[in-house]
C-alpha cells in the first residue's frame, strides 16, 4: 500500500502539528505550575511572618505585664495567700 504525495504531506502536517500542540501544552504546565508553587511559597512566608510577629508582640506584652504585676505589693501578698491555701 503506497500513498500518494499529498496524502503523505498531510499526514506529516498533521502529526508536526500535533506534536506542537503537546509541546506547548506540556510547556504551558509546567510554568503555570512553576507559577503557583512560587505564589503558594510567597503566602506561607507572608503567612509566618505575621504569625512571628503577632507572637513576638504577645509575648513582649506578657513580659511587661509580669513586671509590672511583680512589683505590686498586692499581687504579691495574693500569691502568698495563694501559696498557703494550696501548700500540700
Not at 70 to 88: H, I, K, M, S, T
Amino acid at each position: 500500500m503506497t500513498l500518494k504525495l499529498q496524502p503523505k504531506l498531510m499526514l506529516a502536517m498533521a502529526v508536526t502539528a500535533l506534536l506542537s500542540v503537546l509541546i506547548a501544552m506540556g510547556v504551558t504546565t509546567h510554568l503555570g505550575t512553576q507559577a503557583m508553587e512560587q505564589e503558594i511559597e510567597r503566602k506561607i512566608k507572608v503567612t509566618l511572618n505575621a504569625r512571628h510577629a503577632a507572637l513576638s508582640e504577645y509575648l513582649v506584652r506578657f513580659q511587661r505585664d509580669a513586671h509590672l504585676l511583680g512589683g505590686d505589693p498586692v499581687v504579691a501578698e495574693a500569691l502568698r495567700d495563694f501559696n498557703q491555701a494550696f501548700a500540700l
